[in-house]
T-cell receptor
Framework: ELKVEQNPLFLSMQEGKNYTIYCNYSTTSDRLYWYRQDPGKSLESLFVLLSNGAVKQEGRLMASLDTKARLSTLHITAAVHDLSATYFCAVAPGTYKYIFGTGTRLKVLA | DAGVIQSPRHEVTEMGQEVTLRCKPISGHDYLFWYRQTMMRGLELLIYFNNNVPIDDSGMPEDRFSAKMPNASFSTLKIQPSEPRDSAVYFC????????????FGPGTRLTVT
């Protein structure tokens, strides 16, 4: 069974600090996605990672992909309150279906 | 583009009633997905369509759930009869059959079954 695990599940951090969210998956996947969900809202696409070693950055967020280790990371630099949300990774193992991770609920404290 | 449109945004119904959720995908998108999100089970894919044809309905929890896509711009998810455990947020998403196959999500329908 394909599993996508994220850790931590909950993360409370101070503004200005750095932290990393991890996404492990159990089988090969052509693509990996990161989404953001604000409370009571829909999912918003952040990044699409397509190949081993891919790195993408947007503002204070940087995502990377290691297909050999079946690991993606979402690194947060100098967190600000506006980054508080739940972050999901998703893999697409050769099909159009996504398998979503458990989500990481991030709270940035002022 | 208006994005994926879902209606209603909120639905409160009594156990045993029929519930119909609606979705309009982004124009030109070939794929349409229905998801359910709960605290306990996270995001679950229920069913997806390609060019209006159901491709994989293995995530549909039971026969009380059915989904249709009569044309490229409209899909429904029906629950009959509804039960309290069906209470969740139901998302519709659509994607193109090219590029990154990125899924774009609608605002969701929050369903409460009492």
């Amino acid at each position: 069974e394909l599993k996508v695990e994220q850790n931590p599940l909950f993360l409370s951090m101070q503004e200005g600090k750095n932290y990393t969210i991890y996404c492990n998956y159990s089988t090969t996947s052509d693509r990996l996605y990161w989404y953001r969900q604000d409370p009571g809202k829909s999912l918003e696409s952040l990044f699409v990672l397509l190949s081993n070693g891919a790195v993408k950055q947007e503002g204070r967020l940087m995502a990377s992909l290691d297909t050999k280790a079946r690991l993606s990371t979402l690194h947060i630099t100098a967190a600000v309150h506006d980054l508080s949300a739940t972050y999901f990774c998703a893999v697409a193992p050769g099909t159009y279906k996504y398998i979503f991770g458990t989500g990481t609920r991030l709270k940035v404290l002022a | 583009d208006a994005g994926v449109i879902q209606s209603p945004r909120h639905e409160v119904t009594e156990m045993g009633q029929e519930v119909t959720l609606r979705c309009k995908p982004i124009s030109g998108h070939d794929y349409l997905f229905w998801y359910r999100q709960t605290m306990m089970r996270g995001l679950e894919l229920l069913i997806y369509f390609n060019n209006n044809v159901p491709i994989d309905d293995s995530g549909m929890p039971e026969d009380r759930f059915s989904a249709k896509m009569p044309n490229a711009s409209f899909s429904t998810l029906k629950i009959q009869p509804s039960e309290p455990r069906d209470s969740a947020v139901y998302f519709c998403a659509s994607s193109e059959n090219r590029g990154y196959y990125e899924q774009y999500f609608g605002p969701g329908t929050r369903l409460t079954v009492t």
